[in-house]
């Protein structure tokens, strides 16, 4: 099981959006795909469930942010395994396609996001080995509940807030490798060095703890699978100039840049999250419509060729 995150600090830049039609697009493809919210925003757990379901699953507990409040509250380690959801409507529609593939879901909550300073408490004590221990029981909390569950999935996809607070150094901590969605402007590019970095010095710091004493505890090593752009604008076959004088930026750089990008288009990528089916795996036979699904596919090609996952 390959677990993957999405990261990226700059805000409205598609992280979501691709994390949605990546995932939808591999369930296609017959993958066993669990999507994974870490965003107060629960912009991802919308795109596949509404309101009323939500609502439900707050009710009986069953989001990360109530995950975590048991660990909080109670020191427990309960499985993840009731926090997932298969969304209906998405996996209809797989079905309908004829895929024997599944996505699901575990779903985040607004509430998330006050509970950083809670869980920062947590790891505090009074000598070196407490906090180390205390340190990476909380920092590996997820990756452990994923392993857990390791043999129901062939992938993870987790969708992160765009911060660095402790459930996303988290997720990195659990992932294989992360992808940096950016749209081809001045902002979203600037904040790349910094999080490759800041994700270099989590990682230096978690293998120190790691290799400071005794248990059973795993060194991490994070890999940028690379830069994805998104809300690309295309004339004559090729990005516009000033955004591909961002993408050759980041080339480079020296980060990896995929070949594929998501072109802008804010009626097709605008209406999915609604109706509970990510674009790509829309019906529609017609025009744009069309280019739109084979530029997705071919992003997902190359998706899976760099990160080598497998059913
Ligand atoms: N390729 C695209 N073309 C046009 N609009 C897009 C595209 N991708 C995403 N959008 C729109 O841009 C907005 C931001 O997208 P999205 O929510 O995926 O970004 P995000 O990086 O996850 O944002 P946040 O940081 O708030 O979580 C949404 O309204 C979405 O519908
Ligand atoms: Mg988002």
């Not at 469930?49 to 707050?58: A, F, G, K, P, T």
Request: glycine share 6%; proline share 4%; with cysteine.
């Amino acid at each position: 099981m390959d677990i993957i995150s999405f990261i990226n600090y700059k805000g409205g830049v598609g992280k979501t959006t691709l994390t949605a039609n990546i995932a939808a697009e591999l369930a296609f493809r017959g993958f066993r795909v669990l999507t994974v919210d870490l965003d107060p925003q629960a912009n991802l757990t919308f795109s596949f469930i509404n309101v009323d379901e939500w609502r439900e699953l707050d009710v009986s507990g069953r989001t990360i942010k109530h995950w975590y409040d048991e660990f909080l509250n109670d020191n427990r380690d309960v499985s993840l395994s009731g926090l997932i959801v298969t969304p209906e409507k998405v996996n209809e529609h797989l079905r309908a396609m004829r895929s024997e593939g599944r996505l699901d879901l575990i779903s985040s909550h607004l509430e998330l996001i006050n509970l950083d300073l809670e869980l920062a408490t947590q790891y505090g004590g009074n000598s070196q080995r407490t906090i180390r221990s205390s340190f990476l029981r909380l920092f590996t909390r997820l990756k452990r509940g994923l392993q857990a569950i390791e043999n129901e999935y062939d992938i993870v996809l987790i969708d992160c807030p765009p911060n660095f607070n402790i459930v996303t150094q988290n997720a990195i901590i659990a992932s294989d490798l992360f992808i940096v969605p950016a749209k081809a402007d001045f902002l979203s590019t600037l904040g790349i060095d910094q999080l490759v970095r800041h994700i270099e010095n989590l990682k230096t710091r978690y293998n120190n703890y790691v290799n400071d004493g005794p248990g059973d505890w795993v060194e991490i090593n994070p890999r940028l699978s690379g830069v994805i752009f998104t809300m690309i604008n295309i004339y004559g076959g090729d990005p516009i100039q000033t955004q591909s004088v961002y993408i050759s930026q980041v080339n480079r750089a020296g980060y990896p840049v995929f070949n594929n990008y998501i072109r802008n288009n804010n009626t097709l990528f605008a209406e999915s999250p609604e109706d509970g089916v990510p674009v790509v795996l829309d019906t529609e036979v017609s025009g744009v419509y069309l280019d739109i699904r084979g530029e997705v596919e071919k992003l997902v090609d190359e998706f899976i060729s760099l990160t080598g996952v497998t059913l």
